[in-house]
């Protein structure tokens, strides 16, 4: 079963415009959540993390919101820049060290 | 930030042969170390995680004997598919941490990309 889901395999946007990638998880161990990028022929990088302590964690352009009773986190990047255009994974994991990880989100971001 | 590298990036290889993926921490001693694949459109899969010196911990429904891995260093973690089949293929990223605590950085590899004929 997939308990990390990021329902949109892709999002367009215009540059300047503000992207929000949305991801969803079902298990309720779940405290910890990450946001990777990848691009193409690279490995995932970090980007940003958030404990389920908190409901908002902001990092320059980046920001991400955790709403616990829905199971629901979201990036959100403004301004976009095409620069940001890449494959955008949400992870979570529990007590141990393990990583979930969703599908990803393919972001364009159009000049 | 710190750099992990795999080796090779992409090998194809003849059913029933066996392929060891390197994986490198470059500038900082990895105190454990993850293997995930990753199939076309799916999300990585963590395969196992092993720490310098000690036996690997595999996930459920990951065989062991098939996916060999050693961390023989606090650098270097390799990882062997033996007698490899075609539904081997597919993309196998590595991952490194310096510290112990969940919450320390994962930094990930560019991935290799293996084919079985």
């Known amino acids: 079963d997939q308990q990390v889901k990021q329902n949109s395999p892709s999002l367009s946007v215009q540059e300047g415009r503000i992207s929000i990638l949305n991801c969803d998880y079902t298990?309720?161990?779940?405290?910890?959540f990450l946001w990777y990028k990848k691009y193409p022929a690279e490995g995932p990088t970090f980007l940003i993390s958030?404990?389920?302590?908190?409901d908002k964690n902001e990092d320059g352009r980046f920001t991400v919101f955790l709403n616990k009773s829905a199971k629901h986190l979201s990036l959100h990047i403004v301004p976009s820049q095409p620069g940001d255009s890449a494959v955008y994974f949400c992870?979570?994991?529990?007590?141990?060290?393990?990583?979930?990880f969703g599908e990803g989100t393919q972001l364009t971001v159009n000049p | 930030g710190a750099v992990v590298s795999q080796h090779p990036s992409w090998v194809i290889c003849k059913s029933g042969t066996s392929v060891k993926i390197e994986c490198r921490s470059l500038?900082?001693?990895?105190?454990?170390m993850f293997w995930y694949r990753q199939f076309p459109k799916q999300s990585l899969m963590l395969m196992a995680t092993?720490?310098?010196?000690?036996?690997?911990?595999?996930e459920q429904g990951v065989e062991k004997d098939k996916f060999l891995i050693n961390h023989a260093s606090l650098t270097l973690s390799t990882l062997t598919v033996t007698s490899a089949h075609p539904e081997d293929s597919s993309f196998y990223i590595c991952?490194?941490?310096?510290?112990?605590?969940?919450?320390?950085?994962?930094?990930f590899g560019p991935g290799t990309r293996l084919t079985v004929l």
């Open positions: 991952s490194a941490r310096e510290g112990r605590q969940r919450t320390d950085t994962q930094y």
């Open positions: 298990n309720s161990m779940f405290d910890y």
């Open positions: 958030i404990s389920s302590i908190k």
């Open positions: 992870a979570a994991s529990d007590r141990g060290s393990r990583l979930t």
């Open positions: 500038d900082f001693q990895a105190t454990t």
């Open positions: 092993s720490n310098e010196g000690s036996k690997a911990t595999y």
